[in-house]
């Protein structure tokens, strides 16, 4: 009885991280621009994989009886590394629309305003002095 | 019913796969590349451990943590050649 739970839960985790992934891609194809096309392969980072992963655990806890923490370090893994390459991939799009590409790849939102006070966007900016940056260049 | 679940797991993450090569051959910036890429190595990533699941083998998970770290460092590395101009500066 609990092997035929376990057994149905596993396939539910593996049907629903399967299918978050491939909305996750449609996403990617069917979304306007970048910063939009961004939004969409988050879902298939940590419900998809996330769901393909505790599958995994309970599967070899029902298989062989043995609990197996690698699946833990990979969402570990991609949960602390993944907002990092996003928020990377957003200043690519910032340069590269400061850079003269066509402004209908903005996207609905347009370019992002400039933040209040004096200061421009922190990645358009010169070093500042004394910054580790800023003394590794000389 | 773990198979006919492996089964289905297989051909959402095979589609997956195919629509995000469209959009990495598609572009049109290179932003859009990039994700494409990155969304690929996720996606082969929840492969990688659906084989493990299917063939009931815990060794294709190292290859799984494997791929998480190099992907992720890809990426890193393919956005700074864009911002930059270089990698290691």
Redesign the interface.
Known sequence: MIALVAEIVVSLMIVAGASFALIGSWGLVRLPTLMERLHGPTKATTLGLGGMLVGSVLFFRLDQNLWSAHELLITLFLFITAPIAANMIAKVHLHSLRAGDPPDNAGPAGTPPPPPGAADWATYEAPHRDTPVATSET | ??G???I??????S???G??L??LFRG?????R???L??MV??A??LI??I??AR?N?VY??A??LL??VG?VG??AY??F??RGDIV?
């Open positions: 019913m773990i006919y679940a492996v289905f797991a297989f051909a959402c993450l589609l997956a796969l629509l995000n469209w959009r049109p910036t290179i932003g859009d990039i994700v494409a990155d969304t996720i996606n990533i929840a451990v659906l493990g699941i009931a815990a998970f190292e799984a943590l998480a770290m992720f990426t890193v956005c700074k864009v911002l500066e």
